[in-house]
């Protein structure tokens, strides 16, 4: 298998892993709160990543980055994945999972506007076309489709949602031009999680019940969605040469994910739904389109 195939291969199984994440939530939310589960997964990937470090030997690396950066990891960690996963958790108590996961798609788009005032980026007329496709689809997701009545299901989970967007944009806006080992990045952001939560679960007197199907399922989205998954995308990309052809197959994830939510998790598919994220997934797609054509 030459590296190409390689590329795709590893991309193809971030996607499909990526797939099963907004069903974990959901169904692991039945059994525990988002506190309980932000503990248990980001305390999984700190052990997968701590593990990493150690057997792939970046202590090192690791002592030198936390020199230089510290104040930057601070920051990076709070906003991701504490305040990240925070509100994302949040979104999925508050709105069904087929919901939570369009809305969220639209980071793409909160990315490249938050890069204007920050990085200096100039806005292109596809992301404008691109941002009126996607912010129509997640109205019609708050509306369930009746635009016209414009009476929102819920106002708040659907503005949580979107908040979430805002912390994960904001993370990557940040991180663009740092040019460090993923894996000591993610492990230093998580040790920094992991600490902010444990303090936040003190604070707020929350109940831990040590529930098993909420233990496991935790775990398993702080294995795959929180770590391993990362570093099978970045392998991905570090592999191709041709990155835009990678990158598109993100968009096999939504479509993989409702088919999960409908058979496992056991949620009907709204019409609503299926029409709203087309149109963040065409929003999307057109924004991706070649700068010379847009």
């Known amino acids: 298998m030459n590296r190409e195939k390689q590329a795709v291969f590893y991309a193809l199984l971030a996607v499909l892993i990526w797939s099963t994440v907004a069903t974990a939530l959901t169904m692991t939310l039945r059994y ?24 792939t030997q970046r202590r090192e690396k690791l002592k030198q980055y936390l020199c230089e950066h510290w104040r930057l990891t601070l920051l990076l960690g709070t906003i991701n994945p504490f305040i990240y996963y925070f509100t994302l958790f949040y979104a999925y108590e508050l709105l069904p999972a087929q919901e939570a996961q369009a809305i969220n798609y639209t980071w ?27 912010y129509f689809g997640v109205l019609i997701i708050a509306t369930h489709g009746d635009l016209l009545a414009l009476e929102f299901s819920s106002a708040k989970g659907v503005f949580v949602a979107l908040l979430s967007t805002v912390f994960w944009a904001l993370y990557w806006v940040i991180v663009t031009k ?29 109940e831990i019940h040590m529930e098993p199907s909420g233990m496991l399922g935790a775990l398993y989205i702080g294995l795959f969605e929180m770590g ?19 990158s598109t197959l993100i968009f096999l994830s939504p479509i993989f994910s409702l088919v999960l939510i409908y058979f496992v998790a056991g949620e009907m598919i709204t019409a609503s739904t299926v029409i709203a994220l087309g149109l963040i997934l065409l929003g999307l797609l057109i924004q991706q389109k070649n700068p010379k054509s847009g």
């Open 108 to 134: 793409a788009l909160m990315l490249a506007y938050l890069s204007v005032p920050i990085l200096g980026h100039r806005l292109m007329r596809k992301d404008i076309i691109a941002g009126i496709l996607c």
């Open 228 to 246: 391993v998954t990362f570093v099978l995308w970045g392998k991905a990309l570090a592999m191709t040469t041709r990155i835009s052809s990678i």
């Open 178 to 206: 740092l040019r460090e080992d993923t894996v000591v990045v993610l492990f230093a952001n998580f040790t920094v999680g992991l600490v902010w939560i444990i303090v936040y679960i003190l604070l707020s007197h929350t």
């Open 32 to 55: 525990i709160s988002k506190e309980e589960m932000l503990l248990w997964a980001f305390s999984a990937s700190f052990t997968v990543l701590g593990s990493m470090i150690l057997v």
